[in-house]
């Protein structure tokens, strides 16, 4: 699996954080746990071999999404609400990548998920650059979209660039965002290839 998704992708590494795009979200706070939100898959362990880091095999997403990701990776947000789960993680590396649970049915058909989140993205002034790119996953097939979101600043307006996985599984649709600071994403791209890769929605 080659890396083209990612090409292109920028914006402020905390922009995930104050996208309210699809869900009044539930930020993970005092007397939470990371077990709450993550458990351990060690079949999909790794370890370090530069450039790339150590990964850790996990569940995510109430269980729903297996995934091998960075160990350096720390939780910044995360919610086990039914239908509207999600997680977010931030690297040091400047990026972060969040997978967030839709509430389409996987019953729907294909073509009318993907029209639902171009909708939302539309809706609340958010422009898609690039559109329903096939991406492959470990077990399943998803659409990549690059996205360019205005975001308010001191001076002037800042845009934010992500790209964002519309990836369907037997149980559930999920959207994957990664937002990166800069508009390139090459130094990370071998990173990140292991994380798709590996992604199976249950």
């Known amino acids: 699996m080659t890396c ?16 309210r795009t699809f869900y ?45 990701r960075p160990k350096e990776w720390m939780i910044r947000e995360a919610s086990n609400e039914p239908g509207r ?14 997978v967030y649970e839709r509430p389409d049915s996987p ?11 171009e909708d939302d993205v539309a809706s609340v002034g958010a422009k898609a650059v690039g559109r329903r790119v096939p991406v492959a996953t470990w077990r399943g097939q998803g659409r990549a979209y690059s996205i360019e979101r205005k975001v308010e600043a001191a001076k002037k307006p800042l845009i934010s660039r992500s790209r964002e996985i519309l990836l369907r599984g037997e149980h ?23 994380v798709i890769g590996t992604m199976e929605v249950l």
């Open 172 to 194: 559930r649709i999920v959207i994957v965002q990664i937002v990166h600071d800069g508009e390139d994403m090459s130094a990370i791209d071998a990173e990140l290839t292991r």
């Open 107 to 117: 019953s729907d058909l294909w073509r009318d998920v993907m029209t639902r989140y």
């Open 24 to 68: 009044d979200w539930t930020a993970a706070g005092p007397g939470n746990t990371a077990a709450q939100f993550e458990q351990r898959y060690p079949p999909l362990d790794l370890g370090e071999k530069q450039p790339n880091p150590e990964y850790l095999g996990v569940l995510v997403v109430r269980g729903g999404i297996r995934l091998s």
């Open 4 to 19: 083209a998704w990612l090409a292109g992708c920028g914006g402020a590494p905390d922009t995930a954080a104050r996208n």
């Open 85 to 98: 789960a999600y997680i977010q993680y931030t690297s040091p590396r400047a990026y972060s990548f969040g």
